[in-house]
């Protein structure tokens, strides 16, 4: 198959009529459309290419089904000479998407930020109403940025809190499997668990058991001998370096790009453009999706003029912040005006709430990423059930804790807890924003909050350690916005709107059940990918080219 680059896609391809959904080959697909007035078409558009776009991609690759990919951030291939990410020590503009500063005010670390060049570096930081959200840009999203745990919620609150009819039997023996044999995820090794770099796992894992917890082991995506180059000093120190949220030079974490989105490009039908953002979408005359994308310079700055990217089949994978911002723009402006009005509601960020601990036995803080080994889970707490998994400090804040001389050794964590979904996304018409509205001081998350800090009071009670910080108001693990069986059906397909589907985390209603939720989200987005793709392939031959 010939492949056209991304140069002369978006310079728009060749004018052919009345190509196929599947098989067609990507000069049939790249064609002007509405008489040539700068849009191309294809079958497929997947918009981001986080966790369930990376599915979504490599799913629709495989049907034979020509898809392009858009990601507003760029590719991070890893280099030989361990300088592909900014790391914690040397911040630059690789390390945040379009600020000018780094941002450890959001964790109340104010005297540490440094000035960087705006660029369209990994990890955003969405300032909503209420709430400060940690999301992934880049082509991976989310997994570029992440701590790499990959675990799942255990049965009984998945039941509690997923649709009865989405089963957790066939997710168990499915589609978390089958996530986990791409991902290749796995947990730490002895070998490199039982070294000084990961002393803090050992002693919060020890401290769990001390206050009568139940633990379990959580599988991390990475490439535990890449770890051992590193022990060795064969590789750039960056897992044992402590570093996560920038990126690990070394290539330990394996995220998207190294896996579901290598092999989806490999199939010749995935096409990934990187720096286009998508900015509005709306349905023609003819019910296909277009899609408005804007290609971006490194600094964030539109490149030309918007273009129009036509397709029969859209898939919103933009993550829940960026997936709902376009359906609530869209129903607003009046170009997707019958979206019902569960859009936009249903959003909590997974109770997940940063929690630093001090006055532990030494840790060796700063080193050992990208994250703990192990959950803690509080089943029995009389607010609810919360959990709680190791996080990397980073090293320059716990020197900065060190130096403020609070009670040393420190180690950090992600509280999750089950939050009511009582997030909200508001349109202003003036400035074409969407605004995410989180109201912290609602008494509805009283027990929620109640429980966060109980669990931490009976390990700080139990261990005569303390809690030196608890930050309701900072998340990473954004959920909601278009949710299963409200927004969409259970698989993804929006109510009343054939071709648009949602397959990333804003189909969850707010919590993925004391579990951090990219193994979650990929799970469920190979779940709708079986439900859909059957029926795309039964249109296809029912109607040729539809
Ligand atoms: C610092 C950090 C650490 C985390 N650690 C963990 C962890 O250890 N384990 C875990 O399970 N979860 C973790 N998470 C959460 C996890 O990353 C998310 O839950 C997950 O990535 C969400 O998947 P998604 O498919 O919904 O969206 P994402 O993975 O966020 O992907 C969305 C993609 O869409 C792109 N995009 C957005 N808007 C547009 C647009 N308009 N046009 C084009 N592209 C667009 C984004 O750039 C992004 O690449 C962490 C998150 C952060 C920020």
Known sequence: MTRLSRRQLIQGGVLVAGAGLVGSSRRAWAQLSDGGSASESVPAVVIGSGFGGAVAALRLGQAGIDTVV????????????????????????????????TAEAVLGLPQLEKRIDRYVGVLEVFEGNGIVIGAGAGVGGGSLVFNAIIVKPRRELFRRLFPRQIDF????????????????????????????????????LGQARTAGFATRPVDLAMDWDIVRDEIAGQRVPSAIAGQSFY????????SLDHNYLARAEATGHVEVLPLHSAVAMERDRGGRYAVTMVPLSDDGSAVGRPRRLVCEHLFLAAGSLGTTSLLVRARATGALPALNEHVGLHWAANGDIPVTRGALPFTNAGTGGPAGHFILEDLGNPFGPTSLVELVLPPHINAALAAVGAPQHFANYASLGIPPAIGSFTYNAATNAVTLNWPGNDPRLADF?????????????????????????????????????KVCDLAGRVKDHPGLYV????????STGLANPSFTIAALAERCMDRILPRLHEATTTTGSK
């Open 449 to 485: 909050l109640s429980a966060a800090r109980q669990t931490l009071r009976v390990l700080d009670e139990r261990n005569g350690s303390v809690t030196i910080a608890f930050n309701p108001s900072v998340s990473a693990h954004p959920l909601g916005g278009a949710v299963l069986g």
């Open 169 to 204: 039997d066939e997710m168990e023996e499915v589609y978390y499997p089958r996530v986990k044999r791409i991902i290749r995820s796995a947990p730490i090794p002895d070998d490199i668990l039982s070294t000084e770099y990961y002393r803090s796992s050992r002693v919060s």
């Open 70 to 101: 858009l990601e507003r951030g760029r590719r991070w291939p890893i280099r030989p000479d361990g300088d592909t990410f900014a790391t914690w020590e040397q911040p630059d503009g690789r390390a945040y998407w379009l600020r000018d500063r």
């Open 247 to 254: 990126g690990l030079n070394s290539g330990a974490k394996r």
């Open 503 to 510: 397959v990333d985390g804003a189909l969850i209603e707010g």
